[in-house]
């Protein structure tokens, strides 16, 4: 809890290195326009996941036509219940397989991966900019800022109305957080992309954090505005990722202290070593 | 049920040319950097329930995970730091990936000072996968590492289709594939064992000519030359173009050219090429391979090479295998 908000929130130094585990499907349901939400029961990552992390999935068979696993944000956990949540995106067919699990099926994941968001020491007022399926990870971060007594002020861009109808099912934390939504064909909330509002919020100023996920050139844009407006700022990167543990340099990021792995050096940078 | 860490039923041990190791499992080059990170996981996850009682039948320990290893390889290292490529480096193809990495290291120097302990703390046989722009390049990281006791065995990347200078240059002709297996040689009494690539029209001659020059082992094969295209912008999906193919998708071009090598050479091979389980690896050794690498089906499965080698001993067992080495190129 936040006593005189000194306690970190969440922190990189705490992350616990990863395992395999088989973890059951409690529930998979599409939410329409080619989105999913997937509740996997897992006791052993549950219990050591932070918010920002990841697990990297396994979609198919040894042998079978996807050798790769997925990386996929967790957007909730509980470790008391040993359950976490994936959201996700149909993109291809490793995303397609996952959406065909069903309930009591087994999947596989290495977790939890990556360094968490760490926001700043006394940390008081965040602002949270999510893209798209980029708002899943900031999920658990504004649950973890709000239990901590950290003003939260979250932006959520969309392609359009049916996208946001989709990203409610992230809304089961939703208590007391100032929500400003966007859409890019105006259909709902603000008509335009988040980096309006965004720039609106950081110069009315009073932040000491910014998290933001989603498209890269949305991220560069919003680490822009947060140096100007001299606010720490964190992002939180998508490489492709083959082995996931950080052995097999597929997932590099380039950053002013040279190459940098995405999947256990971030996938949450510091947005100002960031080379874009 | 064979206990593979104790007293299996099966001898597993082999030599590979001078390189002795207790089961014919090592991992392949640049899958498994120098294994600490897979080493954590195996420590964190081998005596859950998930993993069907590895553990025991490896008599596993969890202060050295390498140990249940026959060797252990490492991503390859160069004289100098390599920044590898620009752009994005994998894609998954139908059972299969491509990579095109590019060798990214930080030079002989750097991986002396911090991987050579780690090495010593682990108890396993280490194969140094050597990369270089130039023959003189190759000869300066041998000479280096000449001067660590951890180091067991050399594998020289002469294969590597994801850098533009040197790697695969030599080894798609006969005589620079000699010059640099030559060069290495002359340094060093270890076992000297020479990477091939399999894009060449015929992998005998490069095989014939590392053994005339002082070769103690082949390790085949690299990557399969490849390609992907992003339709969207019409543009090749990696910047070099070329990619390496890995995975099931080559196994049958690997066992092939095994099969092929071993016919033409009297040194030893190390097997690689989308090996996924026990199976696999029976064919190899078929085939002609001494020992086998495991390469991208640890992304597959992290926990595989510890899978395989309990269940490679018991495919023997099942099979009446009393000594491994009746199955190195028995094909009837
Ligand atoms: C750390 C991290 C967290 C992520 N979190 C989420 C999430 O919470 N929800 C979600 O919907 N998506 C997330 N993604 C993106 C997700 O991993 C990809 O959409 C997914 O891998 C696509 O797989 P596919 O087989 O459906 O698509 P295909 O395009 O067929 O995939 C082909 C190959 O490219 C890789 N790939 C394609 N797009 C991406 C991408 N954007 N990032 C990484 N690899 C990619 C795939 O893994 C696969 O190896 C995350 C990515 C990363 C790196
Ligand atoms: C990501 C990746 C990196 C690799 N890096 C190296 C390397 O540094 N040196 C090398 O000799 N081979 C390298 N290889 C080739 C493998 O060692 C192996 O020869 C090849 O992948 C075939 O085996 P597999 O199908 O089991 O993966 C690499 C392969 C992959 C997939
Ligand atoms: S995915 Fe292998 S190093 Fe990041």
């Known amino acids: ?276 | 049920m064979v206990n593979v860490g104790m007293n299996s039923l099966v001898e597993l041990a082999v030599d590979l040319g001078g390189l002795k190791m207790k089961n014919p499992f090592t991992v392949a080059s640049g899958t498994f950097a120098s294994g600490r990170e897979y080493a954590d996981l195996w420590a964190a996850t081998m005596d859950t329930a998930d993993c069907d009682g590895l553990a025991t039948k490896l008599a596993f320990n969890p202060d050295k995970p390498l140990s249940i290893l026959g060797a252990l390889t490492t991503k390859g290292v160069s004289h100098k730091s390599w920044p590898g490529n620009t752009g994005i480096r994998i894609t998954e193809t139908a059972s299969g990936m491509l990579n095109s990495i590019g060798l990214q290291n930080p030079g002989v120097e750097d991986f002396c000072t911090k991987d050579i302990s780690w090495f010593g703390s682990q108890g396993v046989p280490v194969i140094v996968n050597v990369s270089g722009h130039s023959v003189d390049e190759y000869r300066r990281v041998v000479e280096r590492l000449e001067r660590e006791g951890a180091v067991t065995a050399y594998e020289i990347n002469i294969s590597c289709p994801n850098v533009d200078c040197g790697g695969m240059s030599f080894g798609i002709d006969p005589r620079a594939a000699a010059e640099v297996t030559q060069a290495c040689r002359a340094l060093t009494k270890r076992p000297l064992i020479i990477k091939l690539t399999p894009n060449v029209t015929d992998i005998t001659e490069i095989a014939r000519a590392c053994e005339a020059a002082g070769a103690s082992g082949l390790s085949l094969i690299n990557t399969v030359a490849g390609m992907a295209i992003d339709i969207r912008a019409r543009k090749p999906l990696f910047d070099r173009k070329m990619a390496g193919l890995s995975g099931p998708a080559i196994k049958p071009i690997a066992l092939w050219a095994v099969h092929r090598v071993y016919g033409a050479v009297k040194l030893p091979i190390l097997g690689m090429g989308g090996i996924t389980n026990a199976e696999d690896v029976f064919e190899f050794m078929l085939a002609g391979a001494t020992a086998v690498a495991v390469g991208s089906q640890n992304f597959t499965d992290p926990l595989s090479v510890p899978r395989l080698i309990v269940e490679f001993a018991e495919l023997c067992e099942r099979e009446g295998v009393k000594n491994i080495d009746e199955l190195i190129g028995g094909l009837e």
Request: glycine letters at 14%; aromatic letters at 6%; one cysteine or more.
């Open chain 1, 1 to 276: 809890m936040c006593d005189g908000g000194q306690s970190a929130v969440t922190s990189a130094a705490t992350a616990s290195r990863p395992i395999l585990e088989k973890g059951r499907v409690i529930d998979n349901v599409a939410l329409g326009s080619g989105m999913g939400f997937i509740t996997l029961e897992a006791p052993r990552v549950a219990s050591m996941l932070l918010p920002g992390q990841f697990v990297h999935l396994r979609v198919g068979e040894p042998c079978g036509e996807h050798i790769l696993r997925r990386p996929l944000s967790v957007c909730d956990f509980d470790a008391d219940a040993g359950l976490f949540k994936i959201y996700y995106q149909i993109k291809g067919g490793g995303t397609a397989a996952l959406s065909a699990r069903g309930k009591g099926e087994e999947l596989d994941f290495i977790g939890p991966i990556g360094r968490p968001w760490t926001p700043p020491e006394g940390c008081t007022r965040a602002l949270l900019v999510g893209g798209g399926v980029g708002c899943a990870p900031l999920t658990p971060l504004y649950k973890a800022l709000l239990e901590a007594g950290v003003e939260v002020q979250m932006i959520r861009g969309a392609q359009n109305a049916t996208m946001m109808a989709a990203l409610e099912v992230l809304d089961f934390t939703n208590t007391g957080c100032k929500m400003i939504l966007t859409t890019d064909d105006g259909s709902v909330g603000y008509h335009g992309f988040v980096t309006v509002p965004a720039r609106e919020c950081l110069q009315s100023g009073g932040y000491d954090y910014v998290a933001t996920c989603g498209p890269e050139p949305m991220q560069k844009l919003i680490a822009g505005m947060a140096a100007e407006a001299g606010v720490y700022c964190e992002v939180s990167l998508e490489r492709r990722m083959a082995c996931g543990i950080g052995a097999c340099l597929s997932c590099v990021v380039d950053t002013t202290d040279g190459k940098k792995r995405a999947c256990v050096d971030g996938p949450v940078f510091d947005a100002s070593v960031i080379v874009w």
